[in-house]
């Protein structure tokens, strides 16, 4: 009899759903006990995903909290946002573990998530259990936890850029200007005009300018650690690659540091945490060095001439940015090696 964690994955037909599926299946320490589709219940996983054939049950399952508080321990739910929201306390009042990739416990006040998501907020007192996964600044309260909010792609590359000179108190936290770029795969497996081979090949161009949902996400982050509220200039841009993210950070400090001392304070920040990868003075990371990994890598550069930071942080979006991240973030609430089921290099070329 498997002494594994049994594991559920709602959403199993969606990108992040197939990347923990991915991940999961080498887990040394879980099992994959029922993938869920709540539109291809019954078909095969593989008309959805060829690759998968003989890989995976054949078939997916229906979304039934019966079913799966019998089939498993904890449910990722690679949903929708709104879905979650609905379903998680559901789950967790079955007595399951819930790691959810939606945004739907992200933003602790209601009011901002209405707005930003333009859905109904989750119940208030799912919403202030839930903790905020950043693995690498909040793991401490992921572990022992029931209900873990995993962060979205873009905040994971900008919290992660920005949290140690925010920390310490060099950054003037009314300069931050974030210019990210990412990935098509960042807007789904659903079809839409936006995402259309001749829409978006040989083509680069913002959306959602000061109206992305992951802006708020941010500066609840930011402002937590700083002690004080912290508003950003936030702007996204779509680039015609499958994966990755690359945040360029723009922050002004309050008073001139060599680059020696600001990677030194990166790399005491990050001590003993394996996935963030400072580089040396004057390298610069690139998407394509993180592609298919849990890794966030980052490169900072200081300019004396204007006092201003420049922070280039990369991940892939689905793995750091989605279901690594969740994984990660199971290995916490275990009390399991963090980087368990996570540790391989990244694909190259």
Not at 256 to 281: A, M, N, P
Request: charged share 20%.
């Amino acid at each position: 009899m498997s002494t594994k964690l049994r594991a559920a994955i709602i959403g199993a037909t969606g990108y992040g759903g197939v990347e923990l599926i991915r991940l999961l299946l080498t887990h040394p320490h879980v099992e994959i006990t029922s993938v869920i589709s709540s539109s291809n219940a019954g078909a095969p996983i593989a008309d959805s995903y060829p690759h998968l054939n003989q890989i995976v049950q054949d078939t997916l399952d229906a979304i039934d909290v019966g079913l799966i508080k019998d089939k498993a321990d904890v449910v990722f739910l690679a949903t929708p946002h709104g879905v979650a929201g609905e379903l998680a306390p559901k789950l967790l009042e079955a007595g399951l573990k819930v790691v959810d990739l939606s945004g739907d416990f992200r933003l602790k006040s209601g009011e901002v998530y209405e707005k930003w998501y333009k859905h109904k907020p989750a119940d208030p007192a799912y919403v202030a259990k839930a903790v905020y996964g950043l693995s690498e600044v909040f793991g401490e309260e992921v572990k022992g936890s029931e209900l873990i909010s995993n962060p979205g792609c873009f905040p994971t590359a900008t919290l992660l850029g920005l949290m140690p000179i925010v920390k310490k108190g060099w950054a003037e936290l009314g300069s931050i200007i974030v210019d990210a770029k990412s990935g098509v795969s960042g807007a789904g497996r659903g079809l839409g005009l936006g995402v259309h081979f001749s829409e978006i090949n040989e083509n680069f161009l913002a959306y959602k300018v000061n109206k992305h949902q992951h802006t708020p996400e941010i500066e609840q982050a930011l402002s937590r650690v700083a002690g004080e509220e912290v508003m950003i200039t936030f702007t996204t841009h779509l680039v015609p690659m499958t994966r990755g993210i690359l945040s360029t950070i723009y922050v002004n400090l309050k008073e001139k540091h060599t680059e020696d001392e600001l990677i030194k304070l990166y790399r005491h920040y990050y001590e003993g945490r394996q996935f963030v990868r400072i580089r040396d003075k004057g390298k610069w990371p690139a998407t394509k060095e993180v592609w298919g990994s849990n890794y966030c890598d980052i490169g900072i550069s200081f300019d004396e001439r204007t006092g201003r930071l420049t922070i280039i942080s990369v991940i892939d979006n689905i793995v750091k940015g989605a279901g690594g991240q969740a994984v990660q973030n199971l290995n916490l609430m275990m009390g399991w090696d963090e980087a368990a089921g996570l540790a391989f290099t990244p694909v190259y070329p």
